[in-house]
């Protein structure tokens, strides 16, 4: 297969009803994507998955959905109001503004750690470099100036500074806020967990790799809360939770790496990334951050309200720590159809586009194909609407079979039943299976349970 490229994963998205581009009749919002009826479907299966390993397989483990807007003191508390920024510049010639950090990696020729540097270095060292504005030519840059990432809107009939609210930008102030909330209702115990799965906004400037970087995106987020001195045991922990769940997806140890943070945000101890070898290069997927006490003893201190969690057995009290496992949930499908679309030559010398999903993860768990339509159609309709009941399932009527076989590859189908007239006589069915192309027959009575069996996450 050739080098696969961004644009080409680009367009194989919008081709097969992936993700096309946002607002894209009035020429498109930059850094926006909306997912189509694939792409939706691929998407949700991811977050079942994670939702399936983290809140329903664990013990201890909590779900909660909270709301996106939330008061603005709890981004006062949590330090995203004071340091939740990007440094940057823009070109005095041309006006194009650039992330500083961003404008010195693209252009970089030795090993520096951007994120440690301060503003005054990052200036100097684009000057000292001659890089130059990427769009003019130019090399003369305003001072770096820090820009805040949080979106505002307003609340009540008023826009004044008494009515912004934020949009939030990462999800984990939600399970913090509910901490205790939860901890009572679910009489749960330290050490215990809450995920949650929801939007998160952030002003990004930069342009965005397709879906890697957007101006609204979802999170897959746990917090785990914990005692002070069990922290960095539980830190490893769910660093490797981390791999492990991105290679149950189908994500090849090869392309996946754990990469220390230099910088640390304002609310670590320590942080690392796990990182996916994308057609552009690494990218971050995941952040597992020790977030220490910072977040719930702030809130404890704007909202005057304990976050101090009671030890049922020894009464002692005390503010847990909590180590936090982050996953984009638009990164993963990313990387998953990234990885998974694969051009294969076939004896023929015919190219077949396949996209390898996990079956778990495939939008359509099988397709039902009436091999002539005439005929076939009653006893195909009929399979289809039973096992529509289980999975989504793709109909196709139209065009040879081979072709048919060809769509279904396309868009990661992992079986595809053919109706013919076995079926009709002896109810058999044929099942093909996308990746080795081989062909069996089985009973229609058997289907669910194949089926089932082989999808099972
Ligand atoms: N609560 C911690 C937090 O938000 P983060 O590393 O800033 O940490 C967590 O974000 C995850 O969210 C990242 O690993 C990434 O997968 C995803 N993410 C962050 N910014 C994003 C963006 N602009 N577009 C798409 N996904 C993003």
């Avoid at 959905?65 to 940057?88: C, K, N, Q, T, Y």
């Avoid at 939030?168 to 901490?179: F, I, K, L, M, S």
């Avoid at 690494?282 to 976050?307: A, C, P, V």
Wanted: with cysteine.
């Amino acid at each position: 297969m050739k080098k696969l490229t961004m644009e080409k994963i680009v367009s194989v998205c919008k081709q097969y009803g992936f993700i096309f581009q946002g607002s894209e009749i009035y020429g498109g919002l930059a850094n926006t994507w909306d997912y189509g009826p694939l792409g939706v479907e691929l998407k949700n299966n991811i977050k079942k998955a994670w939702w399936k390993q983290f809140i329903q397989e664990r013990v201890n483990s909590y779900g909660v959905d909270a709301a996106i807007l939330m008061s603005p003191r709890v981004w006062e508390a949590s330090g995203h109001i004071s340091s939740f920024d990007d440094p940057l510049m823009d070109c005095k010639k041309c006006k194009m503004r650039y992330r500083a950090d961003n404008l010195i990696e693209a252009n970089m020729t030795e090993d520096i750690k951007v994120n440690a540097m301060t503003n005054e270095e990052m200036l100097k060292y684009v000057y000292d470099k001659g890089i130059k504005c990427p769009h003019c030519g130019a090399l003369d840059y305003t001072d770096i100036r820090r820009f805040n990432l949080m979106f505002k809107t307003f609340r009540g009939v008023t826009e004044d500074n008494n009515s912004i609210v934020y949009l939030r930008p990462e999800n984990a102030q939600g399970e913090y806020v509910n901490y205790l909330n939860v901890q009572r209702s679910m009489r749960a115990k330290i050490p215990f967990g809450i995920g949650q799965i929801g939007k998160a906004f952030r002003n990004e400037i930069t342009p965005g790799n397709f879906t890697f970087r957007t101006i609204e995106f979802e999170q897959m987020e746990y917090q785990f809360f914990c005692r002070k001195g069990e922290d960095e045991k539980y830190y490893e922990e769910f660093k490797q939770i981390g791999m492990d769940f991105f290679q149950s997806l189908g994500l090849p140890k090869e392309k996946l790496r754990f990469k220390d943070h230099d910088k640390l945000a304002h609310y670590a101890k320590a942080a690392v990334d796990i990182e996916y070898l994308f057609p552009f290069g690494w990218g971050e997927i995941n952040g597992t951050h020790n977030r220490t006490d910072f977040d719930l003893r702030n809130h404890q201190l704007y909202s005057k309200k304990t976050m101090e969690y009671l030890d049922p057995e020894t009464n002692e009290k005390f503010i847990p720590y909590v180590i936090e496992s982050t996953y984009g949930a638009d990164r993963t499908p990313l990387a998953i159809i990234c990885d998974a679309y694969n051009e294969e030559q076939l004896e023929d010398g015919e190219i077949r586009e396949v996209l390898k999903l996990h079956p778990f993860l495939a939008p359509y768990k099988c397709s039902v194909l009436p091999l002539v339509k005439k005929y076939h159609s009653e006893k195909a309709t009929e399979i289809y609407s039973v096992l529509s009941k289980d999975y989504m399932v793709s109909y196709d009527d139209s065009g040879s079979i081979g072709k048919r076989y060809r769509r279904q590859d396309a868009i990661g189908t992992p079986f595809s039943i053919t109706v013919d007239d076995n079926t009709i006589n002896n109810n058999m069915v044929t099942i093909r299976d996308r990746d080795t192309m081989k062909q069996i027959t089985i009973k229609i009575d058997e289907l669910k349970a194949y089926l089932t069996q082989k999808i099972n996450f």
